[in-house]
Structure formats: C-alpha cells, structure tokens
C-alpha cells in the first residue's frame, strides 16, 4: 500500500478524533463530576466557532481571535451553568435533558438572530494555509498539523492539572464522592461552575479550530454532539483518558472507514454494490464501534474507578 | 330553530368558501432552518418578488403563499405537504430543494389532486416512470446540468477524473449525468454522508483524489457543504494538481461567503448551469435587477427557480381565467411554457421537465467588486433529460 496515503489518513483521523476530544473531554468532565447531563454541550462549540469569526473579522488575525473568544465562550459556560444547570443538580437526568435541550433552542435562536442563518466564514493566515512534507512524501495541510499540535497539548495540560495540582485534586475528589468532599469543606458550588467554564472553553475552542476548515454555522452543535456523546460512552462516562483514547479511535475508524472501506467491499461484492455499501456502513462505523464496546465492555474502556453521587 | 341554525351554518359555509375561491393559495415547501436555510431564504424572497411583480394578483385573484419548513428532512417535508393539502387546502405546491424531501411528498400532493411544481430537486424518477400529468419541474432535470459538465471536460480535453459528492438521490444522479457524457476514465468516486449531520470534512476522500492521480475533480456540494469543500480543497494544496470542476456549488448563496474569507481560488472556476445572472433578456434583466434593489445581493439560480415557479403557476391560473376547478385548462396553459422565463424561451418535454439550453459559467469580479458568474458559452442548445422516454405521458 502507498504509505504516504496511509500516513495522510491516518493524520486525518487523529485531527478528526483530537477535535471530538475537545468537546467530549468537557462533556464527560461534567457528566462525570456534576452527574450533569449537559446536550447544549454543543452548542459552546457553535459560539465558539461565530464569536472567534466575528473577532477575527474584527481584528485581522485569526490566533488572535481565538485568545479573545477562549474566556468569553468561558463566560457563557459559567452563565449558563448558574441559570440553567445549578438549580437542577441533583434532579432526574430527565429534567436535566429537557431543561439543557430547551437551551440549544434558546442559544440557536439567539446565534440565528446575531449571526443570520448564513455561515461565517474564517480566513486563516498566509502561514497557517500551507502544506508541510512529511518524511515518506506525505504532504498534508500545515493547519491540520497545528489542530493536532493544540489539541495534544490541551489534553497533556488537562492531564497534568487533574493529576498534579490541587485543584485538580478536589475536582478528583468531588468526582469520587461528593458528599465526602462537601463534608471536608469544599466549595462545591464554585468548583462546579469551574468545571462548566472549562468544559465549555474547549468545546469553544474546538468550534474555534474547525471553522477555518468548514465554517461557523448554525446547528453544527447538533451534529457534534450525538457522537461526542458515543465517544464519552466508549471511553467510559467521566474518564478523561477515556474520552482521550476512545475520541482517537473514533476519529481513525471513521476516516480509515471512508477512506477504504469501499476497496475492502470490493474484494467481497460487485463495484457498484460496493460503492453504494460503503458510504451507507461508513457512516455508521463509529456506531458500530460504539456497540461493540458496548458489548465486551459495558462500563465502556476505562470506567472511572468510584462514582460516588450519594443518590 | 335548528333549521335556522343549520340554514344560517351552511350560508356561513358557502360564504367561507367562496371567499376561499377569491384567491389563489400557493404553499411553498423549503428549508429555513438548518445551515441550508441561506437556500430557503433566497427562494422565498424569489417567491414573494415574483407576486410583488404580479401586484399579488393572478387573473384577478388575490394571490397566497403559505411557506413551510422541511427541516431539511424527507419526514418532515412530506408532513408539511400533507397539512398544506389537508389544512391550508392550497392550491398549488411548490418550493421543494431536495430530491429526497420532494420524492417522499410527491404523493400526498399529487394524490389530491394538487398541482405539484418543483423549484429546485429533480429527481430522475419523476421524469420518467413515475411522471404525472400534474407534476411540473420550473428547474432541470438532475442528469442535465453535470451531463453539460461532463461535455465540457471533454471538450477540454480531460481524459481522467475524481468524483466527490453527497450520498443522496440528487448526488447519484448528478454522478451518473457526469459519468454518462465524460468519455474520458473515472479514476474513483466517493459518496459523503448527508442531510442533517452531514460529514463537512473532505480530508480522507480529498487524500484519495490525489492519490489516484486524476487530471481533475468533479465535485457537487449545494449549501454550506460547498464552502467546506473548496476551502479543504485550496488548503490540501490541490489546485495545481487537479482542476477543480463543480456543479450546484460555487452559487450566488456561497460567492459572498468566498469574498469574504478572500478564497480567490473560485475566481475562474467554471461550472455548468442553465441559467446565470448575466444572461441577456428582458425577464431576466428585471429579476436580478430587482432582486439586487430589494435584498441587496445577486439572487442565486435557486431564487431564480423560485421565480419562475410563481410565473408558471400565474401562467397556469390564467389560462384558465381564475378558474381553479379547471385543471385542464391550467395544465394546458402551463404546458406551453410561455410566461417569460427568466432563463428565456424553453419548451415542455412529454414529462413536463423542460427542454432548455445549458452555459458554461465561470466566477468572474462585477465593476463594483461583487463575485458572480458569467457566462462562457453555451454547452447544450435545447437539451431533454435522458429520462423522458421512459415517461408514459404523451
């Protein structure tokens, strides 16, 4: 097989599969911690990608936007959480759905009537639109390496400030048994709205590094959420280094889906059947891996160890 | 008493109804939610320019538009066609984007009775064995616009292809038109998941395209998807590798969006269509220049679908003088066509697509610094859909 291919294909995955990290890693922060089931998730990934468009149409630069946008979209998260989410702590997972629901209409609303229902499109930078070679002849898009790059280096700084610092340490805490972490005294209420505002950041900051790919556009919440939720399900609710592993394979095996599936059906059926196969079981392969896991491993890959919610 | 009542009900009723016979209602199904809400809005403000030309009369009668949202959805577009039957009790219907919503409410319209007009989708089947005598298409068959494209590769002398394009009733039609004319070697094809979450990253299949080492790519993405794709393939660096060729995709809808994010790679790109803003007539030059007045930007081939639907149904209720009992005569008169066009003179095939001329455009700078198309030249001079034979109307 041509390996400057397979070397392209499978960047493509693990660019797909760090984007998903980034909005699961939040979803099952708070699912985890805050036994909170938040669906307008998604949408901080949509405000995310229309506010760091609207400042990079204002300022010029697109990195600049995003440092802008990044506590904003924060902001939002914290709102959000003290209206919506505070006072449902603790009630069915029902309620919560209903109510967060019932934000992703208030918030696409509210972006329809800001932004219009055209999409925003996002100019990058000369230095960010070329290709750079890799060794083996692989060529690949310069800024698909730098969503790779950010997204890694979100996931180690995650990782250190859950395992080494003491925030992290109550966070930990809180999501082994809240009641204990109460009971010794921890702002829970701050600690919780501290957690949303993270969460909500990087959902941001995904929208924010996809728009120049695609664009800002409405209800580009909805279509990430559905399989933010199987990646948080594969991985196992509440595991950061679930969401992790789980956001990766996602990514490869949906792109590693489209890219041959079709060849590998043609080894079995005619070209034509194949042709129409493979897109149709394609789009599926990510829920199919999802059942798979499902199957074997119920409590998902790596099941946080307590989840201790004193119900 | 009751005798009262029910005399006084039933001339309640027949006042009702012939208050309903003074006006004509139209009920126009597209998208207005959804990133493909741009395409509804662009038609509907087609639509309602088309009745504001008409003083909101046809032959006498107060004209009605009842818009509906499919939601970008077969489910929810054949709902919405059924209320607009049952409830509204429309007269005509018409709108419709997307082959698969315009195939799943082909029934329930045509069932009743109602005349069905589509403004957009043209999907092979209603051309040919499932055409109907009520059935009118104010657009083009989906095969004729990238068969023209396929003609022109030929003509350019492009020997080997890539094929990229939504896994949906219209996208394999429009690969099939493309596949039926090029003569050269289709090197691969890739179908991407669509509808509500459709995939908007090209990367794997744009890596595969240039891979196979093909002179060119063919790609048909309508909507926001359209913008993804050309921007992917600009930053996959691929525009000295293979010319990019498209249909339905680099539109009046999307060009500001290209301006704006300075894509200059679309300056030039070519596409196949029927009609183009430019194209010199007198319907024509009042539409896009009216339309630029009121809304403030070029109208999109699908406003100017819009357009023509809304004059076809005028042309329709005035053959039959305000007549809306008279299907025949509406049919009749709808069937000759003749109702300024704002893609100028075409004739009716036996399945009631029309049989029009096909251009080849290309992405040029107006004086005032606005991106549209323009026309090169024309591909196809009076060209039927391929499935017109297979139609049992005469």
């Known amino acids: ?311 | 008493m009751i005798r009262k009542l029910l005399a006084a009900t039933l001339a309640l009723g027949v006042s009702t109804s012939a208050a309903i016979a003074a006006e004509v209602k139209i009920g126009f199904v597209t998208t207005l939610t959804t990133p493909a809400a741009v395409i509804g809005r662009d038609m509907v403000d087609a639509a309602k320019l088309a009745v504001k030309h008409m003083n909101g009369k046809m032959a006498g009668l107060d004209v009605k538009l009842i818009v509906e949202d499919d939601g970008f959805r077969p489910d929810v577009g054949r709902q919405k066609t059924v209320k607009l039957v049952k409830q509204d009790k429309v007269d005509f219907l018409t709108g419709y984007i997307w082959s698969h919503v315009l195939l799943a409410s082909r029934k329930p319209a045509l069932d009743a009775g109602k005349f069905l007009i589509s403004a957009n989708a043209g999907p092979s089947p209603l051309a040919g064995k499932l055409c109907h005598e009520n059935f009118f298409s104010a657009s083009w068959q989906n095969d004729q616009v990238p068969m023209a494209m396929g003609e022109v590769l030929n003509q350019l002398g492009v020997k080997t292809l890539y094929i990229i394009a939504p896994n949906y009733a219209a996208g394999k039609n429009i690969v099939a038109g493309v596949t039926r004319t090029f003569k050269g070697k289709v090197l691969g094809k890739d179908f991407t998941r669509w509808g509500k979450d459709a995939q908007l990253d090209f990367s794997a299949e744009l890596a595969k395209a240039k891979a196979s080492g093909a002179e060119a790519l063919f790609a048909f993405y309508p909507g926001k998807a359209g913008g993804a794709f050309i921007k992917q393939y600009a930053q996959a660096g691929l525009e000295k590798a293979m010319k990019l060729f498209t249909v339905f995709t680099v539109d009046a809808i999307s060009l500001p969006k290209f301006q704006k994010a300075g894509l200059k790679v679309v300056l030039g790109s070519r596409s196949t269509h029927f009609w183009s803003p430019d194209l010199d007539n007198p319907a024509n030059r009042k539409f896009v220049a009216d339309f630029r007045k009121e809304y403030g930007r070029y109208p999109s081939f699908y406003a100017a679908q819009a357009y023509d639907a809304i004059n076809l149904i005028r042309a329709g209720v005035e053959g039959a003088k305000g007549d809306l009992k008279n299907a025949d005569a509406i049919r009749a008169a709808m069937k000759k066509a003749d109702f300024g066009s704002v893609r100028g003179r075409f004739t009716y095939g036996n399945n009631h697509f029309p049989i029009q001329n096909f251009y080849l455009r290309e992405v040029v700078e107006d004086p005032e610094d606005n991106w549209t198309s323009r026309i090169v030249k024309t591909v196809y001079r009076n060209h039927q859909d391929p499935y017109a034979k297979e139609c049992p109307l005469k």
Request: glycine share 10%.
């Open chain 1, 1 to 311: 097989m041509d390996t400057a291919l397979l070397v392209t294909q499978i960047v493509n995955g693990l660019q797909l599969g760090i984007l998903l990290f980034l909005v699961a890693s939040g979803l099952t922060l708070v699912f985890g911690i805050l036994d909170f089931v938040n669906l307008a998730h998604g949408a901080y990934y949509m405000l995310g990608a229309f506010i760091s468009a609207t400042l990079a149409r204002w300022t010029g630069s697109w990195p600049l936007s995003v440092l802008l946008a990044l506590p904003l979209v924060a902001l939002i998260g914290v709102f959000t959480e003290r209206v919506v989410a505070r006072p449902l702590y603790g009630r069915s997972h029902l309620a919560q759905v209903l109510a967060t629901f019932g934000l992703i209409l208030v918030i696409d609303a509210v972006a329809m009537l800001v932004w219009g229902v055209e999409g925003q499109a996002v100019e990058l930078p000369a230095w960010l639109n070329g290709r750079v070679t890799l060794p083996g002849g692989a060529e690949l898009p310069a800024y698909r390496l730098v969503i790779i790059g950010s997204g890694l280096a979100v996931a180690a700084g995650l990782y250190a400030w859950v395992h080494h610092t003491r925030f992290g340490m109550l966070v930990r805490a809180a999501a082994a048994n809240r009641d204990m972490a109460e009971a010794l005294g921890v702002d829970t209420a701050r600690l919780y709205a501290a957690v949303f505002a993270l969460g909500a950041a990087l959902a941001g900051l995904a929208g924010m590094l996809v728009a120049p790919l695609t664009e800002a556009s409405l209800a580009m919440g909805l279509e990430i959420i559905i399989i933010a939720l199987v990646v948080i399900i594969i991985g196992g609710i509440g595991s950061l280094k679930g969401a992790f592993v789980a956001a990766l394979l996602a990514g490869l095996v949906d792109t590693l889906g489209r890219a041959w599936l079709d060849d590998l059906f043609k080894l079995a059926m005619s070209p034509e059947a194949a042709e129409t196969a493979a897109p149709a079981v394609s789009a599926m392969s990510v829920y199919l891996l999802m059942a798979l896991i499902l199957a074997l491993r119920p409590q998902g890959l790596f099941p946080p160890r307590t989840r201790g919610h004193g119900q």
